[in-house]
C-alpha cells in the first residue's frame, strides 16, 4: 500500500486560514436557502436498545429501540439537513454564502440554548458525542465561507463545541463503561473530540481525539479484528464497521495537524479498515472470531453504503486496490454525522 498524491482533503486543512468576520450577506438568496431550525434539544434521558436478557449486546428490544430512535429523532434529522446544507454551500455557486449562513446561524441557535448538555442516563451519555461531532463537521465546512456571524457568534459557537467535547471525553475517561470506554462509542466520541478542536482550535480535545484512536485502534488483531467489535455475536462485522468510520476519519482529519495515526500500534488503523473488504470476502473470518455467522451474511441485513462512507477519507491517503474495489458499487458515499457527501470533502 503506498501513499496517494491527492491533495489535502477540505476537512483535514483545519481554520487556520479562516476569515475573522466577513461582511453580512443580505437579500432573497439567503432567507430561501435556510433549513428549518428543530428546537434545540437540551436534554435527553433513555435506555438501551437492547434486551435484559443480551450479554453481548446484540438483541434489539423493539419498544426501546424505538424510544431511542424518538428520543434522538430529531437531532438526526437535523444533523442531515445541516451537512446537506453545508455540502451544498462547499460545491460553491451562486447560493454558497447563503448555504454556509444558514448553516451556521442554525448551530448558533443551539449553541446559544446549549443543546446536549443535560444528559441524564448512561445510554444518552454515550451515545451524543457522535451528533455533536456530525454538528461540528458541518461547521467546519462553512465557517470559512459564513457571512452571517459576528466574532461574538463564533465563540459561542466554539465554546460550546469545546464544553461539550470536554464533557465528553472525561464522561469516557471517569464513568463509561469498560466496554464503552474502549469501542465504537468511544471511537466516535475522539472524532467529536476532533471536529470540535478543530473548531475552537483546542489543543487539548486533539490529543485527547489522538488518543483515544490509539486506545481503541490498538486492540486490533493481526487481522484488523477489533475484539471488542467481535465480541457482539451476530452484528459483530456491523460494530466493527461502526467503529471504523470514526477511527479513519478521526485519524485523517488530525493527520495535517501532525498526528500520524495511520502508524500507531504497526498500523492498526490501516488494519481495522482492510479487514472491512477481507471480512465480506470471506465470510468465515468475522464469524470465526465472533463466535457466530454473521446478519450481512445471513440475509438478516444488507450493507448500506453510509457504513462505507470513511472509505473516500481513507482512500485519499492511501492506495488500496481491495477496498477500492469493494466500495465501487455503493457510490457515492455519505454519512451525515460524518459531515455528509465524502466525495466532495476528500
Partial sequence: MTMTTRALPLLAVGLAAMPAVLPAQTGEAQAEACIDVPEPVISLAYGSRYTDESEDRSDLDAESNAAVNEALGPIDD???DLASTANDAVEGGAGSVGDANCVAEAIL??????????????????????????????YLQVAPLATALSAEDREVIEGWFRERAAASAAYFDEEAPPGASRNNLRAWAGLAAAAAGLAARDEDLLDWAAGTVELVACEADADGALPLEMGRGNRALHYHLHAVAPLVVTSALLRPEGYDLFEV???????????????????????????????????????????LAW???????????????????????????????QDILW
Fill in 109 to 138: 441557535v443551539w449553541a446559544e440554548a446549549d443543546a446536549l448538555s443535560d444528559l441524564q442516563t448512561m445510554n444518552a451519555q454515550i451515545s451524543s458525542p457522535s451528533r455533536l461531532g456530525g454538528i461540528a463537521l458541518a
Fill in 78 to 80: 437535523f444533523i442531515v
Fill in 265 to 307: 500500534c504497526d498500523g492498526a488503523v490501516r488494519r481495522v479498515a482492510e479487514f472491512v473488504p477481507a471480512a465480506f470476502a470471506d465470510p468465515d473470518l468475522a464469524e470465526e472470531k465472533a463466535g457466530e455467522p454473521q446478519t450481512f451474511f445471513a440475509g438478516d441485513d444488507d450493507l448500506q453504503s453510509y457504513e
Fill in 311 to 341: 472509505a473516500e477519507a481513507y482512500l485519499s491517503l492511501f492506495e488500496d486496490a481491495d477496498l477500492a474495489a469493494f466500495v465501487e458499487e455503493f457510490r457515492p458515499l455519505g454519512h451525515s454525522k460524518l459531515g455528509g457527501s
